[in-house]
């Protein structure tokens, strides 16, 4: 079993595409993680006091928990026309989105985690934290980190303008 990670964006795609390439035999799981309002409301800087109403966090909840399976449904048919054999499902994070991965692939019994980068670097990175990072300083199995065509090709112009100095 194979746990693909996607969030929709080209890097979650591009993950999906090579997911295919490189385990289209396997069955895979395609995941996509939420996070529930009370989570995104304590690490906002804004604060919900600043908000002219008050949600109900039951109905947000319920509409991130709904949109996610939706994109985990995206990613799965696109497994699917890839070749795998591919369902899906959504997860509500518990403490970080790399931890909710690393749980997701222990109950599924995931042999390895296929991801997308964002790509980012230096201080982006440190302000941003990165997902992919953290799941692989924290995993047990294979995990295969792929970068957007969009980020590939910026660190291929790089390399070549690099050797071209």
């Known amino acids: 079993m194979i746990l693909i990670c996607y969030d929709g964006s ?3 795609r591009a993950a999906v595409e090579h997911a295919a390439e490189l385990f289209g035999d396997e069955p895979a799981t395609v995941l ?7 989570e995104m409301a304590a690490r ?6 600043l908000v002219p109403f008050t949600p109900d966090p039951d109905e947000i909840d319920e509409a991130s928990k709904k949109a996610a399976e939706q994109t985990a449904a995206e990613g799965a048919a696109l497994a699917s ?7 899906h499902k959504s997860a509500s994070q518990a403490t970080t989105t790399a931890r909710t991965i690393l749980a997701e692939a ?15 670097s230096g201080v ?10 953290e799941v692989v300083q924290h995993a047990d199995r294979a995990v295969v980190v ?20």
């Open 10 to 12: 080209a890097d979650s």
């Open 44 to 49: 906002s800087s804004l604060g919900i006091g």
């Open 32 to 38: 996509t993680v939420w996070e529930p309002f009370v």
């Open 81 to 87: 026309g890839r070749g795998m054999k591919a369902s």
């Open 124 to 133: 982006k990175s440190l302000l941003l934290g990165s997902v992919s990072h």
């Open 146 to 165: 792929v970068p957007s065509p969009e980020v590939a090709a910026s660190r291929a112009r790089a390399a070549h303008e690099a050797g071209a100095t």
């Open 106 to 120: 222990d109950a599924i019994g995931a042999s390895a985690i296929v991801m997308g980068s964002r790509g980012l």
